[in-house]
């Protein structure tokens, strides 16, 4: 058992109502320099919807995450030891700024200079890569709110695999429920990113797995813009060096949540320590894909077992970390309830960012304007959610479905517990039967409750003391101290580029 800690995350989606605060603090950070403008290192999407950069979940066109080859390796889709040369000078793969979308301001001078006259000045948009007029044609959030055109929702790659029935559900989608889908780095485990940069530019943080590009290294390849399934690596322009969510680690470094996580209106963000094994990663992360996130679970370690925890202190990691790890928020939606799901498992970079999927708004039974049932049918069947549920597990369970019903069944047996418990209109008997049937205890829900509803900031964000000059000093010698300098399986195709 090889013992490593990762900062990791939950969004609880059902609680997200689409602010975009999180990307304004975001981008108010670390994306307001030249270079920067187009990039949005938090984003928040419309599901259905194409995102940003358009369809980047459609890997038959970009190519990025990791493929099992004939052989049983693990290789990068986007590139390879023959390619790297010729990919440096063309990666077909590689997104253009017409998938991300030009970034603008306005001519504010003609505004408010504007001479007098009979018509109504205006501010018109010009280009902030050329400083010419230019027609904004597309922008991050352009389907936002399923606004815009249908276009973008009915070229969701997720819609991938639906039958007609489900597409027609999908319309009912489209007039009445949609859900946001934010979106940082996952900060993976086998990071596509990492393994693609021929510089060795891109490493994982020993301490807490944090992915982070050395800029000084960096050499503006863009291999990691290509190699990167979620395209959360960003090329700048100006300074011709790659960058990224550096998971704003210097407010981690002193006790403070990330902004985004900071700023959170819905309170969705979770964060806190997973402590997994990583002598397993090659062997999970080459599972068949509806074994994946059984197999990505099993890696997690329970950091209050003796085993784990000797094994963790022998690999380096402080007793201060274990305890944050033993009140990680993640560990119980991820671990515990089996509530949070991976986006895109498929992908293989094995995220540490994990989703609580949209249980979306009760369809009550109406009659008269009258709700006429007060019992549990008052909720909606999972299977008749205005989400079709092929849709979800595509997103979060890599086309299988089988995780993702047990995640929203126990969801909505919590939902109907609690209001036998306040509301009084469903019987504690029917409400425990379909916790019983959830595989669910009360006090379990009472928890999930506690943890979804009522918690602190403290609660949500259990963030471990970095302890950076011990982490230092382990970064020097890392065989000894078996840091996450690199894993044998995924070396850069070419170094020292
Ligand atoms: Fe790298 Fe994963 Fe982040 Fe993409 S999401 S930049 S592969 S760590
Ligand atoms: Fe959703 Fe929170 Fe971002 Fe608002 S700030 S869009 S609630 S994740």
Redesign the pocket.
Known sequence: MNVRSQISMV?HLD?????????LACKNIWTDRKGTEYMWWNN?ETKPGTGFPTKWEDQEKYRGGWEKAENGKLLLKSTSKSKTVTNLFHNPSMPSMDDYYEPWTYKYDELFNAPEGSDQPTARPISMVTGEYMNVEAGPNWDDDLGGSPVYAENDPNLKGLTPDQRAQLSAVERLVFF?F?RICNHCLNPSCVASCPSGALYKRGEDGIVLIDQKRCRGWRSCVAACPYKKTFYNWNTGKSEKCVLCYPRLETGQAPA?FH????R??YLGVLLYDADRLEEVAKLPDDQLIDGHRSIILNPNDAAVIQAAQQNGIHDSVIESAQSSPVYKFVKEWKLALPPHIEFRTMPMLFYVPPLSPVMATRNDDTVTSVSTEFFHDIEDARVPLQFLANLFGAGHQGKLVYALKKQKAVRVYRRAKTVGDISIATAEQLLREADCTAAEAEAIYELTSLCTFEERFVIPPMHREEAIEMMRDPQEHKTQVGFGFMEAPQRGL
Do not use: Q
């Open positions: 969004f609680k997200c109502i689409g602010c975009h605060t999180c990307s928040v946001y934010p985004c700023s959170c209106v819905g969705i963000r």
